[in-house]
């Protein structure tokens, strides 16, 4: 849909014409995975798919929110008044929770509104709609209120509406990603202290290529809590020697002359990884800066495969599509992102071979999978703004 379509459909869906627009982009993580609750690095930044609203204000308190993407679920209505969360509302959760937590801040809204989302975000792909949908929401009763709300508070209470109103253990990555991004920077961050460094990263002759398995991520939440109770278990074994209080504290060589006293093996390959990941990240950023696209790739692929072997969170359809990957030429780096088992890898491949590239990637997946993937080819985009011009979606 573009611009014109949905700025019709506000006006056919609300009898009026819209105010505002505002967008807020997805994520992907280039490097750094299974790092943040581990008091590691991230490197994530923001694409230029995402979620955009057309929004007016009302005279009233009442809230109405429609999106193109939920189409059968209609106008969701609420007032001000009741932010609490409510099963039948269903996405409405998302931004409804970000309201209450603006609110509960000390912030005044003092209008309800009229708005219609859309977002091009592919469905299921892990690419973070929801901390999307929390800081568009955010930005936009900035902008249509004049909050002036510091956008580090904005992140912080996207993550809040994740964890206490939706329910979900996530840590703050992506709606510091989504909400802080820089065209053509990936952000190196600090997920202990929240310092961040935004990192160059030039793709003039590249692009990123997001693989989509189209595989339900049944095992992600179940392995996820086992994963991180094993790296808990590693750092209370080190902390009997070693005076930390993260695996992302730890360098190769300090890990390597102390994994003995992590007397379980599995429970030392996931230290492991946690530890040499976090210094993989901490290397990309490096690499970037000095514009050695190669040396980035190479710790993408090393990062895939101690995903694969140490943490074991991969699963044969993410290793078929970064290992079709690495076969193919003119590809940097791929490897799997997000939480594993399912969701999306990503691939840095020469502009000049992307066709190629999908083309044959695509016909090794389905050959050994038994159906196909999505591939997306994406740009690294700016984080959550208004919009001023028209655009074209």
Partial sequence: MNDKDLSALFAEKFQ??????????????????????????????????????????????????????FAEK?????????????????????????????RDSGYKIPNGFDVLFYGNIPNGAGLSSSASIEMLTGIMI???????????????????????YIGVNSGIMDQFAV?????????????????YEYAPIQLENHKIIIMNTNKRRELADSKYNERRSECEEALSD???????????????????????LIKNETVRKRAKHAVYEN???????????NGNLEEFGALMNASHNSLRDDYEVTGIELDTLVEASWAQQGVVGARMTGAGFGGCAIAIVEKDKVEDFISEVGKAYKQKIGYAADFYVASIGDGAKEILNEVKL
């Avoid at 993580?29 to 930044?45: A, K, R, S």
């Avoid at 979620?51 to 109405?64: A, I, P, S």
């Avoid at 210094?279 to 800066?289: N, Y």
Wanted: glycine share 8%; aromatic share 10%.
């Fill in 179 to 195: 909400g802080m991004g820089k065209a053509d920077s990936g952000i190196l961050l600090d997920c202990q202290t929240l310092d």
């Fill in 238 to 260: 080190l902390q009997k020697e070693l005076n930390i209080i993260a695996l992302g504290q730890i360098t190769e060589e300090l890990f390597e002359n102390s994994k003995h």
């Fill in 74 to 102: 209609g106008i969701i209505e609420f007032s001000l008044n009741n932010l609490d969360y409510q099963n039948d509302h269903h996405w409405g959760n998302y931004p409804k929770g970000m309201l209450r937590f603006v």
């Fill in 142 to 164: 900035d902008g249509l209120f004049q909050l002036e709300i510091p956008r580090l508070e904005l992140v912080k209470l996207g993550q809040k509406v994740e964890n206490e």
């Fill in 16 to 69: 009026c014409a819209h105010e505002k627009q505002f967008f807020a982009p997805g994520r992907i993580n280039l490097i750094g995975e299974h790092t943040d609750y581990n008091g590691g690095h991230v490197f994530p930044c923001a694409i230029t798919f995402g979620t955009y609203c057309f929004v007016k204000k009302r005279d009233d308190l009442n809230v109405r929110m429609y999106s193109v993407n």
């Fill in 279 to 289: 210094q993989r990240t901490l290397k990309a950023l490096q690499a970037l800066k």
